[in-house]
């Protein structure tokens, strides 16, 4: 009887180790298990906080490059805005020189703007044939003198009395005349004082021409140019028009301009012409 006791007693004995046994096992376990999922809920949060980092950055990257090409666009503008704005000044700058240029010498060709007497010889060239040209006036009478220099039938002489109404057309070498009214007769002659009456295109002039000096004929001058082809040389003393250029074909020089020098003019002698009557009736 006793003895079953003992093993009753040792049984429960080794039950209980076992169960001590088991139970720190068990507490291992939880333990390791425990661990476990906490290091996987740390790698997680790692990982998730990696990732918002890597959100963030590029978010930033993204706004830094925003900002970046904002910037650019920004002095792009700027310079564009400072060219145009140089460009501005510098037109405005330009346009003022000329019109002080130009106002200079309309005020100097001014004094010879009510001229009554006075003769101007020029030498025209239109696609290599020249002319000689002799202007005279006195008061209501004019008188232009054509001498072509390369074929003498074409030389003609105009005169007319603004004040009888009488015009006379004549061709020398061809001993022809047509007498007229002095109405119906249109003289053209490039005149040095053509600048005296630009005043109502001063702005214009001042707008669109390039102005610079050059020397012309031992004359000290302003040369105006209007587009490619048309250009005029003014003695920068005088404010007088010297030469007129249209393209390389066409120009006119004065030779010589003289005022308060012209006496009487004389009609054409018109002895052995044959004469022809174009009197225009009212």
Known sequence: MEENKNEIKE??????????????????????TEKNVKKEAETKKASSTDADAAKFKKVETNGSKVQIEKKKKHKLAKAILIIIGIIVIVYFIFVMRNLFIIRGILDKASSYKDLDNYTVSTLANNNGEQTSVVYAKNGQIERVDLTNLQDELKNITLWRNLETNEGIISFPNQRVAVLTDSEHIEITVSYPTQYAYYDDDILGLGLISLIYSEEFDGKDCYVIQNGADSKTWVEKETGLTVKTEYGNDMSSEVTDFKVNTVGEIYKPDLTGYEINQNQVEE
Do not use: D, F, G, I
């Not at 049984?11 to 390791?32: A, I, L, P, R, Y």
């Open 11 to 32: 049984e429960k004995k080794v039950e209980e180790k076992v169960q001590s046994e088991n139970n720190k096992k068990e507490e291992k376990t939880n333990v390791e």
